[in-house]
């Protein structure tokens, strides 16, 4: 019920990171317990983590954003410990010369972003090894890449389910959890206007990637699944969606 509010902020204020699509926000809600307010006309995205709070990059127009920032800061309880997370260096570089609040590169939870080109064509030495993994899926497998449809979602679930079981799933809640956020964006595929890619041997599903635009420039990939019983079928899955799914973005994100 909330994704035409959040359609329409995000189409007229585009974000850079990637938690901010609502694809990402529906599918892993359940996990996270996020919740949704507003301020001055912004949506804001927060969760309650170990008693404390954190927000959000602020969904709205940049110009007055510093502004709604200090305001969550002073509406909320002094005892109440709070940060803002995941935030694109457009915003944390307007409070960088502020000795009032604390900044810090949270590099395990970074983006990574990657020109569109180098996965679609994988030149120079840097991508040598991923080229010869490919070569070898090819040379070895009779596959073939398609768009996931809707006909698809079934065998896709089926899919999942095999590549989540072989790795003792219920033993791992992170896996656990990213196993609830992909069935998520499988069950509601059609819904959340996602665009998905698969690769079929023998009619079987052996690989499986979900993503969706971020921004004017910017496709997000939401998940990538494979066999890893077949060399090469990542990097192949790769490259693949990046050719088809990626048309007409000048980056990815990963």
């Not at 694809?23 to 983590?49: C, M, P």
């Not at 127009?61 to 005892?79: G, L, M, N, S, Y």
């Not at 072989?166 to 206007?193: I, K, P, V, Y």
Request: charged fraction near 25%; include cysteine; hydrophobic fraction near 40%.
């Amino acid at each position: 019920e909330d994704k035409p509010m959040f359609d329409r902020m995000l189409r007229s204020f585009r974000p850079e990171t990637s938690e901010l699509t609502f694809t990402n926000l529906f599918a892993w809600r359940n996990v996270y317990q996020f919740s949704v307010s507003s301020l001055f006309g912004y949506l804001i995205v927060l969760r309650e983590r170990d008693g404390a709070l954190e927000l959000l990059d602020p969904i709205g127009p940049i110009w007055t954003k510093r502004a709604v920032i200090e305001a969550c800061f002073q509406r909320i309880p002094p005892q109440t410990s709070v940060s803002f997370v995941k935030l694109p260096q457009i915003t944390t570089s307007m409070f960088a010369d502020d000795s009032q609040y604390s900044l810090s590169q949270d590099r395990d939870n970074s983006d990574y972003v990657y020109s569109n080109a180098d996965l679609t064509f994988l030149r120079g030495n840097g991508y040598d090894g991923k080229r010869n993994q490919i070569k070898r899926f090819n040379k070895s497998t009779t596959f073939e890449y398609l768009p996931l449809t809707d006909s698809d979602i079934s065998d896709a679930l089926a899919f999942e389910r095999q590549w989540y079981q072989s790795r003792d799933c219920a033993g791992d809640d992170s896996l656990l959890h990213e196993r609830q956020a992909l069935e998520e964006m499988l069950l509601n595929f059609t819904a959340l206007g996602i665009v998905g890619g698969i690769i079929k041997v023998g009619g079987k599903i052996v690989a499986l990637s979900l993503g969706e635009c971020l921004n004017s420039d910017t496709m997000v990939v939401h998940i990538e699944k494979a066999d890893a019983a077949l060399p090469g079928v990542y990097q192949t899955i790769n490259m693949l969606f990046a050719q088809s799914e990626g048309e007409g973005f000048a980056f990815i994100n990963r």
